[in-house]
């Protein structure tokens, strides 16, 4: 009998018992097994932007203890692990660890390599879209060896031969293979439209990574003119914005407006003759009860422009700074041209707090009402609290800016979406209703398009003209056979590198799709949908997704929506949901507000099993405060494991070194649990 130590040494037996899994390769899954052996887990990949935090020890714990109940249970285990390393989470990350920005007109220099001091410099390096990709492919190939690591301690039961990284070659054909299938299927447009739009990110996003934030703002409230005399004030939060004014509306069963209804209204400044209309839409309870429409203000500006047939007045651009613009001319005719110019250059240049700050000095001078005497601002404008649409990951509110994306049709299939929902177990089964509201709720197509670099390329290249115009109404796409492709470097079917970018030739789409719109095809990322129909029909439907519950509206969603629009089918058969940790104030933990505990001390001070220990306590779904005092607890438990063995072990040693029989086994919880453990080894 080996000799047992006097004080267990978890590092040692932790280090110890990962290397015999290992060697053994007790993890991996069997693809001989037919599928009802199995037990096929949806991996969550996270994203690899820094470091992991406690909270994911936490979640993945969830999973891994599910897991090695099947297994334990006879099962063939199926459990993957990827990483989710491209995206704006990504970009941002190499941004600022290496000082860099990608300048997609720089010509690609192979000798340049990436300064792992750069983020501390106070210039920031522009590199070419090739450089800027090989960095973040570097920065995070470094970021997945940390993830493992700390995985490998917390002793997950991974399959470590079944990696993915939603970049790769694998990740990339599957991407570009769904959205191939997708126009095919008739469910992916490419639209010129006003699209939610982050200024620093410079990029569009999609609903779902829209987050509301509280913001202090003011109103402004604003004297407009009425033709054939009289005028009206109107309550505004963006004063900035009216040189976008086209049109103002009451509801129509406001009784102060009613007579107002088929007029024109002037706008201050501008000068501006637009339409006073009845809409339900607008709330007599708000402001003064009537509003000026602009393009764009907020999301019902751009739904009720679509519908008004008015024209577009885009002063806002992708940066966030206003447009310049020639007022006089169409669509931006004036009462009094001059008067506008003079206005509009005065904010042209600005960011939009900076806009709004001169714009409300201007509306006090004596005349900014033109032809109305005095000042167009009544009054000091009064605070309000507001509630601002933000980027999730976004630090300046999201503006709406006409672009080209490409989107998925989702508004058409809320019905179809939500018996797909129920046809999945959730787990709690509330979370289900979370579900269930989202979709219900949902007012846009998902937009997959980001106007950014690191990300999988759509395999799409648009005809040019004679004048070197492209032609988005006739995009040509890529043969599924030639996947992956990059059409920045590679060419579309029979044509020549000679004819990119040249009249009467072709060029690329230079966006990149939504993260999301890879990581939704995680299920099939594993299966290897399209490419091994055996291997697909063993692992999908999987058997469970677990994830957190914040992310029901885009992971959960996107995925179920992928795995409907493709096979008619639901990606897994359970959702399994586990709650966020909270810091000492009862705040989510999280990277962004910065107040994450990182585990590595905490699995070299208490132990892994400790750390497992206090995440098996919580309740799935429901959120779980950060406990070091429940770590002590689980590391006595474990140590009074080790010594309880300890003492029999010693006992045995004592009797001759040989443990008795089976056949003196005689209590009947005994011989149940034998029976038990006989099924597990066998």
Known sequence: ????????????????????????????????????????????????????????????????????????SGKNIAFPMGWDDNGLPTERRVQNLLGIRCNPHLAYDPDWKPDPAGGKRKEIEEVSRRNFIEACGVVTAEDEKAFEHLWR????????????????????????????????KGEVYNLESPTMWDVDFKTAVAQAEVEDR??????????????????????????????????????????????????????????????????????????TGILMVCTFGDAMDVEWWKASGLPLKQLIGRDGRILAARFGDAPYESVDPALAQRAHDAIAGLSVTKAKARIAELLVEDGSLPGWQGSALAG?????????????????????????????????????????????????????????????????????????????????????????????????YADAAALPVDPLSDCPPGRGESERDRPGGFTAEPDVMDTWATSSLTPQIQSHWGLDTERHRKLFPMDIRPQAHDIIRTWAFYTIVKAWMHERE???????????????????????????????ALLVEWSSDAVRYWAARARLGTDTAF???????????????FNASRFVLGQLERAGGAAPGLQHIAEPLDLALVARLRTVVE
């Open 1 to 72: 009998m080996a000799e047992i130590p006097e004080k267990y040494d978890h590092l040692e037996v932790e280090e110890r018992w990962r290397r015999r899994w290992d060697e053994w390769g007790i993890y991996r899954w069997d693809p001989s097994l037919p599928r009802e052996r199995s037990f096929v887990v949806d991996t969550p990949p996270p994203t690899v932007s820094g470091s992991l935090h406690v909270g994911h020890v936490f979640s993945y714990t969830h999973e891994d203890l599910l897991v090695r109940f099947q297994r334990m």
């Open 153 to 184: 301690h917390l002793g997950l039961s991974l399959d470590w031969s079944e990696q993915y990284a939603t970049i790769d070659d694998h990740c990339r054909r599957i991407s570009q293979a769904s959205f191939l299938d997708l126009v095919a």
């Open 214 to 287: 509280p913001r202090q703002g003011h109103f402004y409230t604003l004297r407009f003119g009425v033709e054939g005399g009289g005028e009206l004030a109107i309550a505004t939060t963006r004063p900035e914005l009216l040189g976008a004014c086209i049109a103002v509306v009451a509801h129509p069963d406001d009784e102060r407006y009613q007579p107002l209804f088929g007029k024109v209204a002037v706008t201050p400044l501008y000068g501006a003759r637009v339409p006073i209309v009845a809409d339900a839409h607008a709330d007599p309870e708000k402001g």
């Open 380 to 476: 000091e404008p009064k605070p309000t609290d507001q509630i601002v649409k933000f980027y999730e990951k976004g630090d300046r509110p999201l503006e709406f800016v006409t672009t080209r994306q490409w989107f998925v049709r989702v508004l058409e299939h809320k019905a179809e979406l939500l018996a797909q929902g129920d046809k999945i177990q959730w787990h709690p089964a509330h979370m289900k209703t979370r579900y269930a509201h989202w979709v219900e709720g949902l007012n846009q197509d998902w937009c997959i398009s980001r106007q950014r670099y690191f990300g999988v390329p759509f395999p799409v290249w648009y005809p040019l003209d004679a004048a070197g115009q492209p032609d988005f109404d006739r995009p040509i």
């Open 570 to 600: 639901i990606p897994w058969y359970h959702v399994v949901l586990s709650g966020w940790i909270l810091d000492p104030d009862r705040k989510k933990m999280s990277k962004s507000k910065g107040n994450v505990v990182t585990p590595d």
């Open 627 to 641: 406990d070091p005092g429940v770590f002590k607890v689980g590391k006595r438990l474990s140590t009074k494991v």
